[in-house]
């Protein structure tokens, strides 16, 4: 069938848009992709079969996308550009990435009436909850979470079928919305087999830290992801692992207080800010480390989301030590595939760290697990299969 995403967003890059999408085409769908352009991007090309339509937007219209639910100005103009997008590809079904951009779909879909595929890749209500600018004026006083809430669940009964990234997740809707239950699919966020079947080793990667036992933490370093946690474990550690090194791959706005932490425990020489690096080099970062992380704090996203990065670190045999956010725990714990230290807890995670330290069989039993949990069974090739049957079995 002719399906067609939206996404209020440029693409690339967008790896979970991405990978359903080439999953749908490889499976004989087309797949048409609204999305926005801030430059001047192509208007239209063909990307891994993605028939992609980019429409132009602005700042203005990104800054009004915070206020979607609050006036209904930015779900006014995506209107119209989605409308045009219906019309010009005929596609026969639509399918939505989260929720901010959903209002505007309804509205545009009102002649046509396709079914809909509602695609939640985050409790977003709650995810609101954490960002700086809701904690203060105006935001806190002109956007309301509780009301992006409401709207989820307007959309969620509007739907045909809504696609959640994990069980917790799912559980959680169900629990809210229990007549909507049988429309609730799981597709959850995980890696491919090029991941980690097709991939370039970095040697100066390798060799620069050859002499170190390097606990790595992969990804968007907000502070909500818990490294102060690792960034206070090096004082103790330090004298305990004269070689320990904490590695830290990505970035956020957020970085200057935790390089600040460094500074003030005298924490340089054990802890390497690397920013954000390519993708093509997480493997060899993975490689060059004993111990992987996740340390994320406790909310009511974290509890219900997996992060894509301890399916990455899992898949070349790395052990984890992840905070006890419920869906990384019930996971690590089930495929014993690391240890769970108590969020934001700098003796516990200390003391989980030195446990794997001395130990090498047991960092080689948790990684061997996790690896072969990874490769067999949640890899995207073996958990995108509900997504194709989801669509084999929808009613256009």
């Known amino acids: 069938m002719k399906i067609g995403m939206i996404l209020d967003a440029s693409f690339p890059p967008d790896p979970r848009v991405e ?13 048409f992709l609204f999305c ?21 937007s602005n700042k203005l219209e990104y800054k009004l996308s915070a206020l979607a639910y609050t006036i209904p100005l930015y779900s006014f103009l995506m209107q119209q550009k989605i409308a045009k997008f219906i019309e010009e590809t005929k596609i026969e079904v639509l399918h939505i990435h989260d929720i901010r951009i959903a209002e505007a779909v309804y509205n545009a879909n009102k002649k046509q009436n396709l079914p809909v595929v509602l695609d939640l890749h985050d409790n977003m209500p709650e995810v609101m909850k ?34 959640a990234v994990s069980p917790e997740f799912l559980e959680t809707l169900a629990i809210r919305l229990p007549s909507e239950k049988d429309k609730l699919v799981l597709v959850p966020n995980t890696i491919r087999k090029s991941f980690f079947e097709e991939y370039t080793v970095d040697k100066t990667i390798i060799e620069k830290y050859k002499n170190n036992f390097v606990i790595l933490y992969l990804g968007d370093t907000h502070l909500r992801r818990g490294i102060q946690t690792a960034i206070a474990a090096l004082t103790k550690l330090k004298d305990k692992i004269p070689e320990v090194k904490l590695v830290i791959v990505g970035k956020n706005t957020t970085d200057t207080i935790l390089k600040q932490q460094v500074k003030e425990l005298q924490l ?28 994320l704090h406790r909310n009511l996203q974290h509890d219900v989301a997996y992060a894509n990065k301890i399916f990455q670190y899992m898949s070349f045999a790395k052990p984890l030590l992840v905070s006890d956010a419920i869906a990384q725990k019930r996971l690590v714990e089930k495929v014993d595939a690391g240890l769970v230290h108590k969020e934001k807890d700098v003796e516990d995670f200390s003391n989980k760290v030195l446990a794997l ?9 948790l990684g061997n697990n996790g690896k072969e949990f990874v490769q067999n069974e949640f890899c995207w090739e073996e958990t995108s299969k509900k997504l194709i049957n989801l669509y084999n079995n929808l009613h256009v």
Do not use: M
């Open 19 to 31: 990978n359903e999408a080439v999953s749908l085409v490889n499976n004989g769908h087309e797949v």
């Open 36 to 56: 926005l352009k801030y430059n001047d991007e192509k208007a239209s090309e063909t990307i891994n079969g993605i028939q992609v339509k980019r429409y132009t």
């Open 130 to 163: 954490l960002y700086p600018h809701l904690q203060k004026f105006p935001g806190k006083y002109i956007i309301s979470p509780q009301k992006w809430k409401q709207k989820e669940e307007e959309f969620i009964r509007k739907a045909d079928k809504v696609i």
């Open 268 to 295: 340089e020489a054990f802890v390497d800010f690397e920013g954000w690096q390519n993708v093509s080099l997480f493997q060899s970062y993975i490689l060059a480390s004993e111990v992987c992380i996740s340390p």
């Open 357 to 365: 330290y001395k130990s090498k069989p047991l960092r080689t039993e």
